[in-house]
């Protein structure tokens, strides 16, 4: 298993640099922003809201290591186009009680 300093730069590379970047050359995921692939990755590493799992924030830090490397597995295949991420982010909204429309957490 990676090492947990390692799973943390790996997760804030892809969630802060990588899948932003790759957003813009996808015009059909829904979000592009990094706060909304953090949602989506960690709500999926726990099956939930994230925030009902993880004590503290900043989530990376204080998130379960399994977990984390849950959510960077899920981003790797996000970004290798291996990942619905639509419906990964309609099950994260679900999660949340969001619907369709405005209020779906669409960032375009």
Not at 12 to 18: D, E, I, P, Q, Y
């Amino acid at each position: 298993m990676t090492d947990r300093p390692t799973l943390e730069a790996e997760w804030l590379h892809l969630t802060r640099t990588a899948l932003p970047e790759a957003a813009r050359g996808h015009s059909d995921w829904p979000v592009a922003l990094d706060h909304c692939f953090q949602r989506i990755l960690l709500d999926h590493a726990v099956g939930g809201r994230w925030y009902d799992h993880v004590a503290a924030r900043p989530a990376y830090r204080h998130i379960a290591e399994d977990a984390l490397a849950r959510a960077v597995a899920l981003g790797r295949s996000v970004a290798a186009g291996e990942a619905d991420l639509a419906a990964l982010n309609r099950q994260s909204l679900a999660w949340r009680g969001k619907g369709r429309g405005k209020a779906s957490g669409a960032t375009r």
